[in-house]
């Protein structure tokens, strides 16, 4: 079955750097284009960062950009998020989500526990 | 950005109730909306794509509907398993998809 396994959160203080970790396995990661959702404590879902299902395509969210990079390694089965510069408001639990199409409506499927990220000095 | 306001915030309800949750976008955004249900310590779950389609496996008492800026999800008749969160999310803008602040429907 598809599952997505999130790691690498943690306490880190502000202006660090953190990379978390997406494993993806029971389904080929090639096809898909992937995100990074964050939520921070009683908020709802904020979108961060996608790339496509080549790593040809990236975007981000305007609160990360110059910050955060997303990346792929189709081969190891395995997204990441580079979080640097990190900030207080960048605490949120973060998930990775496979990226679905449905009659033309993209979808986010979560999969995955997420991993909390707490920015506190 | 794309904003999506959700009301109400928070609802009590019995078992057996129905419940109507309203989702509103600042502009048009068609029918590219979705609606997901959020559990304690869980990852939102998809319920409702494309304003009204029911995703594969949620029970037929979940039902949405609306198209441009209003949208509702409806549940016909509440179980004790329904009590959780929904968010609204708008894919109408690529690629700032955005979602709604939630609605937490609680035990009356």
């Known amino acids: 079955q598809v599952q997505l396994v999130e790691s690498g959160g943690g306490v880190v203080q502000p202006g660090r750097s953190l990379t978390l970790s997406c494993a993806a396995s029971g389904f080929t990661l090639s096809s898909y284009g992937m995100h990074w959702v964050r939520q921070a404590p009683g908020k709802g879902p904020e979108w961060v960062a996608s790339v496509s299902y080549d790593g040809s395509k990236k975007y981000y969210a305007d609160s990360v950009t110059g910050r955060f990079t997303i990346s792929r390694d189709n081969s190891k089965n395995t997204l990441w998020l580079q979080m640097s510069s990190l900030r207080a408001d960048d605490t949120a639990v973060y998930y990775c989500?496979?990226?679905?199409?449905?009659?033309?409506?993209?979808?986010?499927?979560?999969r995955g526990q997420g991993t909390l990220v707490t920015v506190s000095s | 950005d794309i904003q999506m306001t959700q009301s109400p915030s928070s609802l009590s309800a019995s078992v057996g109730d129905r419940v109507t949750i309203t989702c509103r976008a600042s502009?048009?955004?068609?029918?590219?909306l979705n609606w997901y249900q959020q559990k304690p310590g869980k990852a939102p779950k998809l319920l409702i794509y494309a304003a009204s389609n029911l995703q594969s496996g949620v029970p037929s008492r979940f039902s949405g509907s609306g198209s441009g800026t209003d949208f509702t999800l409806t549940i016909s008749s509440l179980l004790p398993e329904d009590f959780a969160t929904y968010y609204c999310?708008?894919?109408?803008?690529?690629?700032?998809?955005?979602f709604g602040q939630g609605t937490k429907v609680e035990i009356k």
């Open positions: 502009q048009t955004i068609s029918r590219y």
């Open positions: 989500a496979q990226e679905g199409d449905y009659y033309g409506t993209l979808i986010f499927d979560f």
């Open positions: 999310q708008q894919s109408y803008s690529t690629p700032t998809w955005t």
